[in-house]
């Protein structure tokens, strides 16, 4: 505990002056009657503040400029503890607390604190508050009694009560965001406006806004808002609100009502409840007992452009002219009023005009009393592209509308159906309903049209809620109304982000090996699917016989192979040049390419990567279907892949089940173990979400349980089938001699090209491959571009840091052949990065894009085949009969 009492200082902090950053992680700080000459009556704090825990109490103290409690010149932040203000004052700004404040936690309380400018309890300038801030019974001179700030940011919690000042009786803020939490006022008063609370303009995007026996000697008895009120959630009430002027709950200039509001027993001049100049309204609005001595109980509206309110309903309110409503230009959706006296609306426009139908009447401007609007039949307008209706009957009864493509029915500032302004767009052919607000992510939205971005999609039914394809290239700017030219989902993609492959004109497609978030078009016919099934096999066996049939050649040798050396090379470099020409060619350039050799090129580069790497970009999805085993989906595709490996082994056990288990892993484990990873893809269709596991969409994760057992299921498989295959290997690798002379196969194969020291460093290759393929898995390269290059760095970069280290090769040509080919796929990584990046940059040229990814392509395909050229030459050399030449050791 520091405690200081009755302190004073001729300069700045009266008990406590500090110079540099200041933290609190816990216990008590206390100043009683503590003054300062300058600022700062008990704590000055020079260079900032961060309050993780504890408390502070400020009581009675006083300074002669800013903060008479406390002052911080910095910002401050509160993200967890307690500051208490009592009895303090200041004869400038903040009579308790002068600080910018961002606060993430904790509390604050202002009791009888006041100030001779701005800010009786609290001055800030800018201000974020998520913790609880409580104001009881300050005053300012100038403006907020409680609270003054230029720029508020609350998410928390805040009270005022009893406070007063000139102008903002407990709040006075230049520009408020209310984000979440509540407001709350109650018995404040202000000289001028805003009796509790006044604001140039106030955002309330959530939350609660409550006023309570809040008054103003002018106007805004509650609330008055000098530009703009936009109310878009929440809740705002004024109970016991009275201005002697005009608003005696709100006044406001614009008001955004987009969530319901209520006055109760509010009183002024004119506009008892409510005066603004515009509102647009779009949820209920209540006036229970409101009064005016003059005009407008409920409502009054001062503008002469148009208004519009969604619900309205006025009980028991009362004025001498005009006792729920005073408008010069108003358009109400639905009306209610319930034992409201005398003249009830006041000058309420409703005239409008058509060339195609038209009705009118001999009084467009209308005083009335209504009690309800009944609509009985339709009018149909849908061969149209507008119809009007003028409505001068004291109690009308009409029906609906039918409205034409581009149209729709409208309240504001007529009946009938209006053609979509600026902003707004009605894609149906025929519809009852309104024109629609532009959805966001549109590139071109008319009356009748809605084209939407890249990446983005509607549906027709929804317009209002555009969803993000988790695979862009399924989405290339569709339009609504469908059209042939632009669908809204590409061919072979359907549902909700296009993210579920479909059937599309009798062609079935289904997700391909190297990515769960694409489609790909299966085989027609019976010698297609033959030729696909022939190709997935032939790959397989091939790589699985020559791995065997080096392995088996290794224990029977007096030196280590050079071709067993540089095969295990070449796969890990397909691991990551498959990987990555397969990034590339999702670009919007690639996939634009008309050039015959550019794109023979790739697919040489694609077929070596993945003949080497086995791990295919054909569609074993599709190869299941060809069985009528389409339903299997993702765990039937997994199972393919065990089924094939698993046989491939036991077959080669007859003859030797160690280097059976040696090929398999080294083939088949990361294609294997990449299935699991495919498991746990998932994606958003949304920005507004909270960002948690559970707002995934994971449609592949095996239990019905919610996301997070699903992950946990695929992690904890994934993690033990990749042990104890690491484990298996580890254990082949130190089994024992076969003879004196030899080696077993497997053993030679996994530890003889490495030195002392180094047995074991082909686990590393093993574990590298897995990765690799893991990555890619994970983060699809449709989907996820930038973040599977980032993982494909990071492995490469460890491995070539491994090898640059420790050098384990016994040859040192072979630990420059695997830095070589570790180097060289760093720089594909960083070019395919280049080409993934430069697709989203307005500046890009296509000739810029062409050179690198012809050059990466070249490189793929140069390496592969230099490669394969190399090991066949080894290959042949190694089959010769000895003739007493030295090969090098």
Known sequence: VMEFSNCQSQGDGGGFHTYGATT???????????????????????????????????????????????????????????????????????????????????????????????????????????????????????????????????????????????????????????????????????QWNGGCFYSSSFTQKNGGV???????????????????????????????????????????????????????????????????????????MNFHECRATEAGGGLLLQGLEGSSVDRFRAENCSAARASAIQARNLTIKSLVLVDTFNQTVD?????????????????????????????????????LRECRLVVTSSAPKLGGFQCSLGAGVAEHPAFGCLACPEGYTQIESVTNGPCRHCPEGASLCHAAKIQMMDGLMLHEGNISRPLHCPTKAACRGGELPITDSRPMCQKGYGGEGCASCVRDEGTLYLMPDSSVLACTPCAPDTASQLLQWCSFLGQRVVLFAVSAAIIFRAGHADRVKNSGVYLNQLMSF??????????????????????????????????????????????????????????????????????????????????????????GLNCFLPSILADFAKYAVCYSLEEDQTGG????????????????????????????????????????STSVKEDKLHELPHVAFLTNKYGEGRRYFEAERLVRKVLLATAAAFYPSTTFPALQMTGLTVITCASMCLYGIFHPYRQQIWNWSELGLLATAQLLIAMASAVISNEEQWNKTEIGQMSMIVTLGAIVTAVCSVFMVKIAMEVWHERRPADGSSHPE
């Open 24 to 190: 609190q992680n816990n216990g008590q700080m206390k100043f009683h009657t503590c003054y300062s000459a300058l600022s700062g009556g008990g704590f000055y704090g020079s260079n900032g503040l961060i309050q993780n825990s504890g408390e502070m109490e400020f009581t009675n103290c006083s300074s002669n400029q800013d903060g008479g409690g406390f002052y911080v010149d910095s910002e401050m932040m509160q993200n967890g503890g307690n500051l208490e203000f009592h009895d303090c004052r200041s004869q400038g700004n903040g009579g308790g607390l002068f600080a910018n404040v961002m606060m993430q936690n904790g509390t604050m309380e202002f009791q009888n604190c006041s100030s001779q400018v701005d800010g009786g309890g609290l001055y800030v300038s800018e201000m974020t508050q998520n913790g609880a801030i409580e104001f009881k019974k300050c005053s300012s001179k100038e403006n907020g009694g409680g609270l003054y700030s230029s720029e508020l940011q609350s998410n928390g919690l805040l009270r005022f009560s009893h406070c007063s000042a000139r102008e903002g009786g407990g709040l006075h803020a230049s520009t408020v965001t209310q984000n979440n939490g509540s407001l709350g006022f109650s018995n404040c008063n202000s």
């Open 210 to 284: 409550g006023f309570s026996n809040c008054s103003s000697q002018r106007s805004g008895g509650g609330l008055y808002v000098a530009s703009e009120y936009d109310f878009q959630h929440g809740t705002a009430f004024f109970h016991h609100c009275t201005a002697k002027e005009d608003g005696g709950g709100l006044w406001v200039s614009r008001f955004q009502q987009q969530a319901p509001v209520s006055f109760y027993n509010c009183r002024a001049a004119i506009g008892g409840g409510l005066s603004a100049i515009r509102i647009n309204g779009t949820q209920p």
């Open 347 to 383: 000058a309420v426009s409703l005239k409008v005009s058509t060339t195609s139908f038209h009705v009118s009447g001999t009084k467009p401007d209308l005083s009335m009393e209504v009690v309800d609007l009944q609509i009985d039949s339709d009018v149909d307008c849908s061969k």
């Open 574 to 663: 397909a691991s990551v040049s498959g990987c990555v020409v397969t990034s590339v060619m999702q670009t919007e350039t690639a996939q634009t390419v008309k050039n015959v050799a550019v794109e023979y090129l790739y697919g040489i580069a694609v077929f070596l990567s993945d003949a080497v790497s086995g791990q295919g970009s054909n569609s074993s999805h599709c190869l299941l279907s060809y069985l009528g085993l389409e339903a299997t989906g993702l765990p039937g595709v997994h199972c393919l892949d065990l089924v094939v490996a698993t046989s491939l082994v036991l077959l080669l056990s007859f003859k030797d089940f160690r280097v059976a288990l040696v090929a």
């Open 693 to 732: 596991m559970e707002d995934l969409i994971c449609k592949h994760l095996p239990l019905p349980f919610g996301n997070l057992l699903g992950f946990l299921a695929v992690g904890a498989g994934f993690l033990t089938v990749f042990a104890v295959s690491l484990l298996v290997w580890i254990l082949l």
